[in-house]
């Protein structure tokens, strides 16, 4: 059996019925064998050093679990502190956590209490990371497509933006944020500034009739300085393809219109050409059309020029006759002395050279213009004339029906007479007036050209001058006329009227004034021709339009020239 004192020392504790039955049994084999006191106690205190081994290292077992315990909860609280200060939270948070800690008991009890915590900051941190990570891959991918090195833009590679882990605040990822939507705005920028060269690029292909595909070279999403720095060396060399052509174009269409008025094209031949015609002072930026500037139909107008060329050098003659004739016409309508083309034909024929024949083309073209010039000036007097024809017409009527003894006898369109005549008789009575101010239309005229203003080769205000002498003669006839019939006291003055009329011829002067101002024109026309001097000489003349423009105006001014050009 046992002893109390052992049985205490290994069992401190009440002991288990099994235990006991082990301890009984135990000294029950010992009285059995016969074992000492001195054995019994020597075996119980090794039984009672082993036992307090297993005690020593259940203890030590124990003592290590709980070590490991609070180095557990002190690196969990550390790993909240610092997960807190990674994302920026405040101290508020760890401080809660280390208070949560406070009063709970056993070491299991505290690492339970901050197991969630960390949980949850760590997850916190995971989804910050994430975030983070987001916004950097997106700046990475933005950087790399507008430095396009991939693409072998020949720029250095962009520094890469890498997440700091020990960086994770809310304050470093709104940096990231701006610098990611500072990047979308350039991109977005570049994207337009990209699209509206494009467009200018094809733009311009298209005029210049190019292939869009074939020019610039560049790759579908590049935004990247390169390619922009390219796409505006491209369009600048468009640019400078187009003015070119450009150029070209318009000297090419001034010929061609040059020769479309020169040969009078009709406009149905003009019309394939119109569209480039009206585009002939248009900008650069105006021309618009597809194939405008492009080198087929830049062909196309320059066969245009060359087959005007040709037909010119047919046509020449024709072109030198048919230009005389618009030249007679307008000298016609300006009431100039005409020109006989019969030597202009002649010289010309005499001329080989092609060159002295588009000279000869050029002095017409010249003279044309200024007799055109000449009678815009002398419209508004002419015009006057005519009116002042058609009144001494009316006045030459006027005085045969004065003279008819039968003009008051009653018959069929008596009245019609007599209302011609009561109108007649109003318009005579204008005439002064009307004289008076023609007379100042060609003074103001004369004054300001510093020539006389000739009519049909007579100088207009020797004629009106004839013409108020001449009224004043009859005036004074009638005046004395009517004297002597007071003085009579003879027949009515009716009739003695038409039975003495007014015998006393008609100045020259006024002879030719009413042949030349008459509706017809041809007695003006007849002493035009009779005022002219025959020529005595076998050799043809030189026409007006072979004299250089110099020479025209050594005499005096252009339009005194243009009334005294003729045929030598």
């Not at 002893?3 to 135990?26: T, V």
């Not at 640019?239 to 150029?247: C, H, L």
């Not at 087959?307 to 072109?319: A, F, G, P, S, V």
């Amino acid at each position: 059996m046992l002893s109390l004192k052992f049985r205490a020392i290994l069992f401190p504790f009440q002991m288990e019925p099994r235990r006991e039955e082990l301890l009984h049994e135990l000294g029950e084999m010992w009285d059995e064998i016969g074992e000492g006191e001195e054995d019994r106690r020597g075996m119980l205190h090794a039984l009672e050093e082993a036992c307090l081994n297993v005690y020593r290292a259940k203890v030590e077992q124990v003592r290590q679990h709980r070590a490991q315990l609070r180095r557990e909860i002190a690196d969990s609280v550390a790993e909240v502190a610092a997960i807190c200060a990674t994302i920026g939270e405040p101290p508020a948070t760890v401080q809660t956590a280390c208070s949560s800690l406070q009063g709970t008991g056993s070491l299991k009890e505290e690492l339970g209490s901050i197991a969630p915590e960390l949980a949850e900051m760590r997850r916190r941190r995971e989804e910050r990371r994430r975030q983070f990570s987001d916004v950097t891959e997106r700046v990475n991918r933005i950087q790399h497509e507008m430095m396009n090195v991939a693409a072998g833009g020949g720029q250095p590679s962009p520094a890469a933006v890498v997440v700091d882990s020990s960086d994770l605040t809310t304050t470093k990822l709104e940096e990231l944020t701006a610098h990611l939507q500072h990047l979308l705005q350039e991109k977005e920028s570049r994207t337009k500034k990209v699209a509206e060269l494009v467009g200018q690029l094809r733009s311009s292909s298209m005029v210049l009739g190019m292939d869009p595909r074939e020019i610039g070279g560049r790759q579908a999403g590049d935004i990247s300085d390169g390619a922009i720095a390219r796409l505006a060396s491209e369009i600048e060399r468009l640019r400078e393809i187009k003015r070119s052509r450009m150029e070209k174009l318009q000297d090419l269409v001034g010929s061609m219109l040059e020769l479309w008025n020169l040969m009078d094209t009709p406009a149905e031949e003009q019309r394939r050409f119109q569209s480039v015609a009206c585009n002939i002072a248009a900008s650069e930026d105006e021309i618009t059309d597809p194939d405008a500037l492009s080198m087929a139909f830049i062909h196309n107008v320059e066969a245009e020029v060359v087959r005007l060329e040709r037909l010119k050098e047919c046509r020449m003659k024709d072109l030198v006759v048919s230009k005389y004739e618009a030249l007679k016409e307008i000298r016609r309508r300006a009431r100039l002395p005409e020109e006989d083309d019969a030597d202009a034909v002649t010289m010309f024929d005499a001329i080989d050279s092609d060159a002295e024949r588009a000279v000869i083309l050029e002095r017409l073209e010249v003279q044309i213009s200024e007799a055109k010039d000449l009678e815009f000036s002398r419209k508004d007097v002419l015009e006057r004339v005519d009116k002042w024809q058609a009144a001494l017409e009316e006045e030459s009527w006027l005085e045969e029906y004065n003279r008819n003894e039968n003009r008051y006898n009653v018959g069929k369109g008596t009245h019609l007479v007599l209302k011609r005549a009561e109108k007649a008789r109003a318009l005579v009575s204008k005439m002064p007036a009307m004289a008076e101010a023609l007379t100042a239309k060609v003074v103001a005229w004369e004054k300001e050209r510093g020539v006389k203003f000739e009519y049909d080769g007579e100088a207009l205000l020797e004629m009106l001058e004839d013409y108020s002498n001449t009224r004043k003669e009859k005036e004074q006839e009638r005046k004395r006329q009517r004297d002597q019939r007071r003085l009579q006291g003879a027949a009515p003055a009716a009739e003695r009227d038409a039975a003495s009329p007014v015998a006393r011829p008609l100045p020259k002067n006024i002879k030719n004034v009413t042949r030349t101002l008459s509706m017809g024109g041809s007695a003006g026309a007849g002493n035009g021709s009779a005022r002219k001097a025959p020529a005595a000489s076998s050799r043809p003349g030189t026409p007006s339009f072979l004299k250089s423009p110099m020479s025209a105006r050594r005499g005096g001014s252009d339009e005194a020239q243009m009334v005294s050009d003729s045929f030598e």
